[in-house]
């Protein structure tokens, strides 16, 4: 069963500094996807960032990138010159391609809170 | 191109009631995933459709909890009887799937239930 680890609940970052949330997933599928999510107090889910797990560069979307560590089954999201926008709940996930299906399953998430 | 629309977006009704909440995914999607958010458990993956066809529900719930697609355009989530403990947010997003690389997996703004 492919299971999604957040290890942090909460995160304080200063602003303008660079922050790293922690992923690691379990998997035995050799192909797979990673995605990071956004949500705010708002509670809307805004995409920020996906990894395939066959791509050979670490994804980068603006201030956004993500470290894949694939030998490590890890999918670090960093945020370079925090901003007081990016206090939310950030979320992990994965998504499994099997039998031609795309299964996409969430992290319990990590609250980040970005300080003035 | 509307998002994936989501409705009631407040619902509260007593115990025992049935609730059903609908969603309309993006057109020309063909996966659509219901998801369920609670602060304890985080995105639940309840159950996912593709090309209308449930492939996995594994993640519902009990047998109070029912799901539909009975055409491309729309989605149902039934609880019937509903209790206190349905209490959550219901995120109803859609994808594209193609055999190569994932498109972003957009989400609706979610139903909020709350069951007295």
């Known amino acids: 069963a492919q299971k999604i680890t957040q290890t942090q609940p909460g995160m304080f970052v200063q602003e303008k500094e660079a922050v790293t949330l922690d992923c690691t997933y379990d998997t035995s599928d050799q192909s797979y996807g990673l995605f990071w999510y956004k949500q705010p107090s708002s509670g809307e889910m805004i995409f920020l960032i996906y990894?395939?797990?066959?791509?050979?560069q670490n994804a980068t979307e603006g201030r956004y990138s993500l470290n894949f560590q694939k030998a490590r089954k890890s999918a670090n999201l960093v945020i370079s010159a925090s901003q007081l926008g990016d206090s939310a709940m950030y979320f992990c996930?994965?998504?499994?391609?099997?039998?031609?299906?795309?299964?996409?399953?969430f992290g319990i998430g990590t609250k980040l809170q970005v300080i003035p | 191109d509307a998002g994936v629309i989501q409705s009631p977006r407040h619902e509260v009704t007593e115990m025992g009631q049935e609730v059903t909440l609908r969603c309309k995914p993006i057109s020309g999607h063909n996966s659509l995933f219901w998801y369920r958010q609670t602060m304890m458990r985080g995105l639940e993956l309840l159950i996912y459709f593709n090309n209308n066809v449930p492939i996995d529900d594994s993640g519902m719930p009990e047998d109070r909890f029912s799901a539909k697609m009975p055409n491309a355009s729309f989605s149902t989530l039934k609880i019937q009887p509903s209790e206190p403990r349905d209490s959550a947010v219901y995120f109803c997003?859609?994808?594209?799937?193609?055999?190569?690389?994932?498109?972003?997996?957009?989400f609706g703004e979610g139903s909020r239930l709350t069951v007295l």
């Open positions: 997003a859609s994808l594209f799937r193609t055999s190569g690389r994932t498109g972003e997996l957009f």
């Open positions: 996930a994965m998504e499994r391609r099997s039998g031609g299906y795309q299964k996409v399953t």
């Open positions: 990894q395939g797990s066959y791509d050979e």
